[in-house]
């Protein structure tokens, strides 16, 4: 099983019921548990539109007999389920999912850069990241 670490984040709607609704159906997925999970706490957004209502941020650590891609439509698919739109790039959003790291590999496609490419330029990814390391 590989172990991954991932970001989660909302700043639409109810942001607490938000992350526990994914958390819920990451869990849910086969072969896939999570693991730990980071305190939550709430950063201002970085980029994208001006005015946009503060983020509830976390991470967490799961394991997961799926590859790094399925797990990724998998995230996909559960950020849609949950009313995530795609809008601007860094908009607000009901629910966020970043893989942060799978395994100790080295992904580089384009959709899908492992470790995140801006793991460390953010405190609201690291903070609750090195909690849960």
């Known amino acids: 099983m590989a172990i991954c670490y991932l970001g989660i984040g909302s700043n639409l709607g109810d942001r607490q019921k938000n992350i526990r609704l994914a958390i819920k159906r990451l869990n849910n997925l086969k072969d896939t548990k999570v693991l730990k999970v980071s305190k939550i706490i709430e950063t201002k957004p970085v980029g994208g539109p ?6 509830l941020n976390a991470a967490l650590k799961i394991k997961t007999n799926l590859s790094a891609l399925k797990l990724l439509r998998k995230l996909k698919s559960i950020e849609r389920q949950l009313g995530r739109k795609q809008t601007v790039r ?21 959709e899908l850069k492992v470790p995140h490419p801006r793991i460390f330029e953010r405190e609201f990814v690291v903070k609750p990241l090195m909690e849960i390391l």
């Open 50 to 55: 001006s005015g946009q209502r503060k983020f």
């Open 90 to 110: 860094f908009g607000p959003r009901t629910i966020d999912l970043d893989i942060l790291f799978y395994n100790n590999e080295v992904i580089s496609r384009r």
